[in-house]
């Protein structure tokens, strides 16, 4: 009964229909529990994992767990977090982008006891007719009124009549695999209702629909690829305990909840600690141990510690997202306003005022040429995407480059 309650509550925005829902897994039921996602891009972040984990805790009180990769659904695209239209991806980027996402998800999912599919087997076979019938359940009003379309279509924006699809596309994924449970963050919500209002005209009852709270990023807003403020489960051990360490203080317990499996009773206990650097340092321990292990985990977080303890950087430096490929030292000291001019950063290069060194990555090899780079001249450097670095000018300036 605590498993069904907390399953119920932990990170959970909304339950459709709750009562039918707690119903009938208290009942014993074995339920069919859908989970999709579009592989939009390479890799999943542990925003998108907060529902899988969530479909984790379904498998582990015994219900069949569905997994869908959206390939066809990647192909329309979605347009419920999007204040602009989403541009339509090419078979042969979502062919790219899911190479692995059975893989990361398999990290969370038992593999043994996971159904999965991707969504083009069905689809793709869908006609007219057929596709027909089904937007012939939805009003032009109902799609207007989508809060993201709403707000599109008053500021002259296009909404295209392909987005308007793309829930009547997910509605029939849950006909095809005959859904009883649909979970989602809550920006999908509209999608997730869409099933519910499909399933009856195939002669099925309506899913139950539970949503999850949403994981803002490293900058503070929502979690999103296309903004780069994500921490992948497939980030390396030091560049995900650094990027935990990153976020903002207000966001630790929801991160605890939401990112980890700690109980709740463990929890408070960790935000009574007074310093919210210690609270974040267990944080980062327990989601990289999540997904590389406790040793894993345990290593990074001494190469953390020794790195920005006794090195004496600043925990809570600039951060800015990194802008991969050539970049000449001077130019970027200049963007990110570490100097006032040209001259100004000669004059340091003389005076051995610049450093460049790897951030939280410290035990990454790809850094170890930069680790020690005291250029006494302008240099062109190549920034990794994948690789976090610190510039230091003079003795109290600092910027995180991630």
């Known amino acids: ?18 009562a039918h829902l707690e ?9 069919r529990v859908k989970l999709g996602i579009d592989p939009t891009s390479p890799n999943i972040h542990i925003g ?26 990647g192909l329309i695209g979605d347009t419920s977090d999007k204040d602009a239209e989403r541009p339509m991806l090419s078979e042969a980027e979502i062919k ?21 599919h991707y969504n083009s087997k069905w689809l793709k076979k869908l006609g007219f007719l057929e596709i027909g019938k089904m ?29 308007l699809l793309y829930p009547i596309m997910q509605g029939y994924d849950s006909v095809a695999i005959k859904a009883d449970v649909e979970l989602g963050g809550t920006d999908q919500r509209f999608n997730l209702l869409a099933g519910r209002t499909i399933q009856p005209a195939y002669g099925q009852q309506p899913q139950d629909i539970l949503t999850t709270q949403l994981m803002e990023g490293t900058d503070g807003r929502k979690m999103s690829s296309s903004w780069g403020n994500v921490i992948n489960i497939t980030d390396e051990p030091n560049n995900m305990f650094g990027k935990v360490m990153s976020i903002n203080d207000e966001l630790i317990k929801k991160y605890f909840i939401l990112a980890t499996r700690m109980e709740i009773g463990e929890i408070d206990e960790i935000m009574k600690l007074a310093n919210p650097r210690d609270q974040k340092l267990v944080l980062a321990e327990k989601i990289v141990a999540l997904y590389h292990g406790d040793k894993k985990a345990a ?22 997202k990194i802008d991969p490929g050539k970049h000449y030292l001077s130019d970027l000291l200049l963007k990110y306003g570490l100097v006032s001019s040209k001259s100004d950063a000669r004059r340091l290069f ?35 995407g994948n690789i976090s670095y610190i510039v230091q000018v003079g003795k109290k300036k600092f910027i995180w480059l991630m």
């Open 48 to 73: 998108r994992a907060v529902v899988l984990w969530k479909l984790r805790a379904f498998q582990e009180l015994g219900h069949q767990v569905v997994f869908i990769v959206g390939d066809f659904t």
């Open 135 to 163: 937007a012939d359940l939805f009003g032009l009003h109902e799609m207007a009124a989508r809060e993201n379309v709403a707000n599109r279509l008053k500021a002259g924006k296009r909404v295209s009549f392909r987005e």
């Open 299 to 320: 290593a990074a977080k001494e190469s953390f510690v020794s790195q920005f303890s006794k090195g004496e950087l600043p925990v809570n430096m600039q951060k800015e």
């Open 1 to 18: 009964m605590n498993l069904i309650e907390e399953l119920l509550t932990r990170g959970v925005e909304e339950v459709i229909d709750k």
């Open 96 to 116: 790219k982008n899911l190479k692995t996402y059975f893989e990361q998800a398999f990290k969370i999912l038992d593999k043994k006891k996971t159904e999965a």
């Open 350 to 384: 003389q005076q051995n005022g610049i450093k460049l060194g790897g951030g939280p990555d410290l035990g990454d090899p790809k850094v170890k040429e930069h680790l020690a780079l005291k250029p006494t001249q302008d240099v062109e450097i190549v920034l990794d």
């Open 23 to 31: 119903a009938a897994l208290k009942s014993k039921k074995k339920l």
